[in-house]
């Protein structure tokens, strides 16, 4: 045979292509031809496959090889296709049997062990969808493509090991050591989160931090150093709900390729928390890099928190970055030679001081900060910005007393318990829409099937009529407002829950 065809996938974001890895073997000159817009990883294969077929104990033919990744129009990128390339060409070669729709990923070492290789989760999972479902992976993998319902997936650590299941004889090949870079790398899904009896204190913020869990709101913490924003901040992923099926499927999905190759054993439960330093650029914000865009924190964040520590200490154009993935839930990035698609639903948290120094409290303190020191620094929060965001709370220092009770204080676990009745009933309200919590509720839901009485909401009226409140922040009121509902265990919001929501909304604690 002179031809043969082997399956692989490319990743677009999260997204994954099968590709048809195609095989020549012709007459001509000795040499190794790769086609279909490899990346500068994915062209130095053909060193990598021809060193580890020989090591391995059958060599590719002193002919022409001429490797096609189809379509050819797509990028391709990393290593993933080494596996796929090597069995094609041996193939074509008549060394092995044809192994029909299997699905290969690996990357090879040169003395032909099968390397783990990031992305494995989502590429299996396009890979059973397009109804491949036997998958060969590197042993290191093998746990996590086995989370893919439907697939039968083959673990293997060495090429020899994959040449002898197609088909080679095992007396000519040569099986290389077992090391530990070729034994599987696991990476536990699972997070120690902090618990909230260790915070101090703090009722009003505890309080926000439990409405924001519920309803799934975005909050601001506006306190002064040491007042313990980081700590509440810290606790909200361990008062959320455990991720569900498909939320799990995308979170995992996302790890698995940022993981750099290191196998995932289960899927991720627990909520996660990024909280990237204030020095970060946008596409490591929101995602980017060369060649095909690689996922950023808020996409790392999907279904968790996003948290940002000293908030105005960001650059203005980082933060603004933030304001249509708040929106959408979703981040499209583009690049000359790509385009790539992440999920980012993720509930943003802001921390920030009152001032520069952080003594502008109101207490006595001296502050050493001028009025335009104090503009300068939040004017990094820009007003739209501002606008998203549901919470927004004065966290104040804490005492001696508060600091001596740290041991009656709630746990996270009794109010994550308040927290899942919530969001049970949101799920109840809310299924007929498809949205999970109130937070998802547009305005066109808020004041058509759940409108509330007019009586109730004429406050939140006039404070918009008066230039208070915008659109964006009247419908913000009402979610919250329904989520204090929803914590109360009420059918519908009173006239207390719009208040206390209204409350909570308050821009004025930023000193400007």
Known sequence: MAFARTFSVALMGITGH??????????????????????????????????????????????????????????????????????????????????????????????????????VLPAVKAAVDAGHHRVVVPAANAKEAALI???????????????????????????????????????????????????????????????????????????????????????????LPALDDASAMEVTAIHSLVSGGYGLTELMRTPPFEAPHHSASAPAIIGGGSGIPRPGSISKAHRGVLFLDEAPEFKRTVLDTLRQPLENGEIIIDRSGAQATYPARFQLVLACNPCPCGLNTGRGLECTCTARERRSYFGKLSGPLLDRIDLHITVPKVSSAELAQTGSNESSAAVKERVSAARAAQHERLAPFGLLTNADANGKILRGALKLDNRLTQELSTAMDQGKLTARGYDRVLRTAWTLADLDGATTPGKDHLNLALYFRNLSTLAR
């Open 18 to 119: 099968v590709v048809e890895v195609e095989a020549d073997i012709s007459t001509a000159l000795p040499g190794f031809l790769l086609l279909g817009l490899p990346d500068a990883a994915l062209n130095e294969a053909k060193d990598r496959v021809r060193s580890a077929a020989k090591n391995s104990g059958i060599s590719l033919p002193s002919h022409k090889v001429t490797v096609n990744l189809t379509p050819a129009t797509l990028q391709k990128k990393g290593s993933g296709f080494d596996l796929a390339m090597v069995v094609a060409a041996l193939q074509a070669a008549g060394e092995l049997q044809p192994s029909g729709q299997t699905m290969f990923l690996g990357e090879l070492g040169l003395d032909g062990t099968l390397r783990a290789v990031p992305g």
């Open 149 to 239: 319902p439907g697939a039968e997936v083959s673990g293997f650590y060495c090429l020899a090991e994959v040449f002898r299941a197609l088909g080679a004889d095992a007396d000519t090949l040569t099986f290389p050591p077992q090391t530990q870079s070729t034994r599987p790398a696991e990476t536990s899904t699972e997070l120690l989160v902090p618990d909230m009896a260790d915070v101090a204190g703090q009722t009003e913020g505890r309080m926000a931090l439990e409405i924001a869990a519920a309803g799934g709101h975005h909050l601001l913490l506006n306190g002064p150093p040491g007042s313990g924003k980081t700590m509440l901040a810290e606790r909200l992923p361990g008062i």
